[in-house]
């Protein structure tokens, strides 16, 4: 049994207050802390270590040329004589000394670390240095593609990150295979846990009105949103060229593509939309504090991320709000439209699929009302907080 007076130390530090709640692991933290009935003691949040661990691979440790004394000359040298990676290396040393000696100052070794994976962490490699006896990690995240990610050095760190963790929660199927094939991690050493949320209370919800207010002008149309950030991952140029196909024929005319979310795309997308001639349709909403609100505003929810997806958070919004959701399959989402047959799942990239999916719900609004009614069962019987919250202490226990 998991006991009560074990002090859990989180990292990052969880928002304290709803409206400090930024991004899906803000979210995750915030939901689990709300509902663990242990007692939590909150480590603060150490930004340099994760500001240096994303840092790009070739790129010099820009600071440490700086402290020489004033000497372009010497500066110029160490660039060309000193690979950039041992400068790197340096920093990564730098970081996990400082946060090693910051756990042997704050947290006591019988206590418990749990480590929230968003990048490539050095909390636990610190952790296991300064004597921390149990290290637990939540893995939010799949590998990087991108090419900094492939460094060797890189891949060391994520390898020692995850063997210095004790037991790992993967928040779907998904994410433990990806990190399985990339690290080697153990299914013995993890738990599949998924995010969850507090059920939202849509009783004072006024959707016509909140409608009305949003888009005035289409309030009788049927809306297809998305909700996420403007970033290549999340697919929306694959939504804009699928929608654009879908409004071919005029088949399906009254129908508006909603966007909530801000990012550096906005405006290539915002142009994209007028080259494919769908402009008239689509709108942009920016950044948007009302997801919960917006989820029961929309008929059908829309993921068509192209990669590195492990489970957002607005899917399990549409899931709580009864709404469909047409997702890709990349990560975790697949999971829970495959469970509750909540939706339906098409493949990455596949635009004309994507359209033929929405086409289906258009066509067919009793099986689209069906649909979401399943996805809404499903997460009032398997994605609440309490059962995240409950499902996390049963993983504790496994390591007092």
């Not at 990052?12 to 409206?19: F, G, I, M, V």
């Not at 400090?20 to 692991?25: F, I, M, N, Y």
């Not at 600071?63 to 920093?91: A, H, T």
């Not at 009105?209 to 998305?226: D, F, H, K, M």
């Amino acid at each position: 049994m998991f006991k009560p007076g074990t002090e859990i130390y989180i990292y990052p530090q969880p928002p304290r207050h709803a409206d400090e709640v930024q991004s899906g692991v803000d979210r995750y933290l915030y939901a689990l802390q709300q509902s663990l009935s242990c007692e939590l003691k909150l480590v603060n949040k150490h930004d340099a270590a994760a500001q240096q661990a994303e840092g790009a691979v070739a790129t010099a440790n820009e600071e440490e040329l700086d402290s020489i004394p004033n000497s372009n000359s010497k500066k110029s040298l160490l660039r060309k004589c000193i690979p950039s990676v041992c400068f790197l290396i340096y920093g990564y040393i730098q970081e996990t000394v400082a946060l090693a000696l910051e756990m042997r100052r704050g947290v006591p070794e019988q206590s418990m670390i749990h480590v929230n994976r968003v990048g490539c962490e050095l909390q636990t490699i610190a952790a296991k240095i300064a004597g921390v006896e149990r290290v637990m990690t939540t893995v939010h995240n799949l590998p990087g593609e991108e090419p900094k990610a492939q460094h060797w050095f890189r891949r060391c760190i994520e390898w020692l990150s995850f063997a210095c963790g004790d037991r790992h929660i993967c928040v779907s199927h998904a994410t433990f295979d990806a990190w399985h094939q990339r690290v080697g991690l153990r299914r013995d050493k993890v738990e599949i846990i998924y995010n969850g949320m507090t059920p939202p209370d849509y009783s004072q919800f006024d959707r016509d009105q909140y409608r009305s207010e949003l888009l005035p002008t289409v309030t009788n149309a049927v809306w297809i949103g998305i909700c996420a950030r403007l970033h290549p991952m999340k697919g929306h140029a694959v939504l804009l060229q699928a929608f654009a196909r879908l409004l071919q024929g005029g088949e399906h005319s009254e129908v508006a593509l909603v966007i909530a979310g801000s990012g550096d795309l906005d405006q290539e997308l915002q142009q994209l939309a007028k080259d494919l001639e769908i402009e008239d349709s689509v709108y942009f909403l920016g950044h948007r504090t009302d997801a919960i609100e917006f989820a029961a505003a929309i008929d059908i929810n829309v993921l068509p991320s192209i990669h590195s997806e492990t489970l957002g958070y607005s899917l399990i919004e549409a899931m709580f709000a009864a709404r469909p959701s047409v997702v890709s399959d990349v990560g975790g989402m697949k999971e829970l439209i495959q469970n509750s047959g909540g939706g339906k799942v098409v493949k990455a990239f596949d635009a004309e699929g994507l359209a033929d999916a929405l086409a289906c719900y258009l066509s067919n609004p009793t099986q689209m009302t069906a649909d979401g009614q399943k996805a809404q069962c499903y997460a009032l019987e398997h994605l609440t907080a309490d059962q995240m919250a409950a499902a996390t202490m049963e993983a504790y226990a496994k390591l007092v």
